[in-house]
């Protein structure tokens, strides 16, 4: 599966279900795992790589979670381990959500409490009430102004989960991670309000050391962490960048 994947377990139901406080327990997940392991025949036509995506979806913790939460993807425990460490979300706030389908990182914002969030992805998203959510390749000349146009304003948050679908051609796919970076953080650069803060996946070798000064120069922290949700054998890792200083108009701008 390619790193663009959705590792979503949508169940269509969308906003109706309540949110339940806390990240998954480690403890309970490895009893209950080990009690209910799934095991996945290999059927005719499915490939080994299929059978072993299967077996790992069906006893994953978190994919369970996610249905039972009414998240389209389990990918939004990230988001929510990322906020309870950080504290990056807060009421009323504007958030932009690049590479947002099937759109769980959009629901974890709209339930803790952001007022307008606008999200970007190639894929066509199914409506998330309360979000504006487009479908544009990020990375085409003008995408990023008709982003800002539907975020309406400065923006207090920038999240990116956006992962390339690859090719199997390792400089390719690693041009191309590099490049979702580099244009997630420019964007963030352009439509921050000062304070503001941005999140990114990326991979091994996904941010440059260039695009690490810069986010250092304009951002009074900028971490790294890889949350419990992020599955260990994944290259991911996401960068937390917090408090934007804009640009002194003086000396040049982005
Ligand atoms: C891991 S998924 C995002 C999951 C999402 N955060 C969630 O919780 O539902 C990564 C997404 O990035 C999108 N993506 C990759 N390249 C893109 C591009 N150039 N423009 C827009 N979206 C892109 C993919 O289509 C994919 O849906």
Request: charged share 30%.
């Amino acid at each position: 599966m390619s790193a663009g994947s959705n590792d979503g377990s949508g169940d269509g139901s969308g906003e109706r279900r309540r949110r339940r406080s806390g990240p998954v327990t480690k403890g309970g997940d490895a009893r209950a795992a080990k009690q209910f392991h799934t095991k996945v025949k290999t059927a005719r036509g499915r490939k080994y790589s299929s059978k072993l995506w299967l077996e790992r979806q069906l006893n994953d913790p978190y994919v369970a979670r996610a249905k039972q939460d009414g998240y389209r993807s389990r990918a939004a425990y990230k988001l929510i381990e990322l906020d309870e460490k950080f504290h990056l979300i807060k009421p009323g706030m504007r958030v932009a959500d690049l590479g947002a389908a099937p759109g769980g990182w959009t629901q974890v914002c709209l339930r803790r409490g952001a007022s307008h969030v606008a999200g970007v992805d190639l894929l066509e998203m199914e409506d998330v009430p309360g979000a504006i959510l487009l479908t544009l390749d990020f990375t085409e000349p003008g995408a990023d102004e008709t982003l800002k146009e539907a975020l309406g304003g400065q923006a207090d948050l920038v999240v990116s989960d956006l992962a390339p679908w690859t090719t199997g051609h390792k400089a390719t796919d690693h041009l191309r991670i590099v490049a979702l970076v580099e244009a997630g953080a420019h964007f963030a650069l352009d439509v921050l309000k000062p304070g503001g803060a941005f999140v990114a996946k990326v991979f091994q070798g996904g941010a440059t050391g260039e695009l690490l000064d810069l986010l250092k120069a304009r951002f009074e922290k900028v971490r790294h962490y890889k949350p419990p949700a992020s599955r260990q054998e994944s290259a991911e890792t996401f960068l937390i960048a917090q408090g934007f200083r804009p640009a002194d108009p003086d000396h040049g701008g982005d």
